[in-house]
Every structure is written in C-alpha cells, then in structure tokens.
C-alpha cells in the first residue's frame, strides 16, 4: 500500500539554526498538509497545500516557516532561525482529493529536537 | 471552531477485554469523522471513518457509530488484544466544499493492553 514518507525520522539541531524536513507524499495525491504535536499536546494543524500555494495556515505558521514542493515528488518545511519551543513532531500528510469525506495519509513523522 | 474531547489515558486493560473510548465533538458545519491510530514508533494511521449520521465505521474489529443527537463517536472492541496498545486519536474535519480540509484532532487516549 502507497504510503507517505518523512526524512529524517529525528533531526537534532542547535536553536537559531534552519532545519528543512522533508516528505515524499502518496505519488498520486493533490493536497498536501504538515502538522505538529508538542510533546503530551494534541496534533495541531500548519498549513495546507495545494496547486503549489498555500491554501491555508494555522495561528502558528508564523514567517520563520515556508514550504515548498521544489519537484514533483517531494514536500518540505523549512523553519528559519529555530526555537526551542518549535520541537515537536512533525507530521506529513497528503489526500487524493478534497473534500471532507477523504481521509489524510500520514507519515511517521520527524522528531525535531532544538538544543 | 471545531473540537476534539477525549477521554483521559492510560486506559490499560487485559487482554479480552471490552474496550470503549468516548470521544465528543463540536463543530460547525456536518463534520465527517475519524479513528486513526499511533503505533509506539509510527505515525498515524487511519482506524476508521464515518461521514454522516447514524454511520458506522468499522475496522480490525474496532467500531464507532456516529451519533449526531449526542456528537458522539466512541470507540469500541469486544475483545482487546496485547497488539492493540497504542494511542488513539478521535478527529474531525468539516467543510462542504471541495477543497482542502485540515483535521481537528482530539488529545489522544493511550491505551495499554496486558496479557
């Protein structure tokens, strides 16, 4: 069964630092998403993407984050000048369609750890 | 806004026994709503799903029926299996339009299954 992929799986950086995560969505989907958890916190919503632009983000999606899908196969989200509060997990996700009814396909996540 | 309650975990059982985890929603709109699972080590996987009331969804001999009259939609197994320990998260997204829709997560509830 397709699934989505996530490099790396735990990324330990120095706070201040750039750290770009990276996910290889279903081949054949169109809608892409990253969330969050915070360590003993719910999974908290980023930012959605489809038809290479944002279609929206969350409260927290502030300008240290941007993503891209730089080919036709990757997607990434890059954190500018890192903060402590920013480790997390970090999840990938990506659905056929849109739509309510279509469930999101996740990945197994990165651990991002900020020293 | 939309959101996600769930009970509170651990919930640890032997093994047989009858599981139910209660989770409760709001929402604006008619949300469709889903189980997905977490695997010590893994990422999320979709349990089950319904979309509209009175649904059941059902999986690995897990259900959830969605009660509208109660926003409800409690998970349950007749007869857990050591396997089955993990964290289990109740969600939601809603919208009828065609487009993206970012996922409401509860909390998770950690359930732990001894022989």
């Known amino acids: 069964e397709p699934e989505v992929t996530q490099t790396p799986s735990h990324q330990v950086t120095q706070m201040g630092q750039e750290v770009i995560l990276r996910c290889v969505p279903i081949?054949?989907?169109?809608?892409f998403y990253w969330y969050r958890q915070i360590l003993g916190q719910k999974v908290e919503f980023l930012v959605s993407?489809?038809?290479?632009?944002?279609?929206?983000k969350s409260e927290i999606f502030d300008d240290q984050f941007s993503v891209e899908r730089p080919d036709g196969s990757n997607f990434t989200l890059k954190i500018r000048s890192t903060k402590l509060e920013d480790s997390a997990m970090y999840f990938c996700?990506?659905?056929?369609?849109?739509?309510?009814?279509?469930?999101?396909?996740f990945g197994d996540g990165t651990r991002l750890s900020i020293l | 806004g939309n959101s996600v309650t769930q009970m509170e975990g651990p919930v640890t059982l032997s093994e047989e026994a009858f599981l139910t985890i209660n989770c409760t929603y709001t929402?604006?709109?008619?949300?469709?709503l889903f189980w997905y699972v977490q695997y010590p080590g893994e990422g999320l996987q979709l349990l089950l799903k319904?979309?509209?009331?009175?649904d059941k969804g059902s999986n690995k001999g897990f259900e959830a029926t969605y009660r509208k009259e109660t926003t409800s939609f409690h998970l349950e197994k007749g007869s857990v299996q050591v396997s089955d320990s993990a964290v289990y998260f109740c969600?939601?997204?809603?919208?009828?339009?065609?487009?993206?829709?970012?996922?409401?997560f509860g909390t998770g509830t950690k359930l732990q299954v001894i022989p």
């Open positions: 319904a979309t509209k009331a009175d």
């Open positions: 996700a990506s659905s056929l369609q849109g739509g309510k009814r279509q469930p999101q396909h």
């Open positions: 993407f489809y038809n290479n632009e944002i279609s929206e």
């Open positions: 929402a604006t709109g008619y949300p469709s």
């Open positions: 969600a939601l997204t809603t919208g009828d339009s065609g487009g993206y829709q970012k996922v409401t």
């Open positions: 081949s054949n989907h169109l809608y």
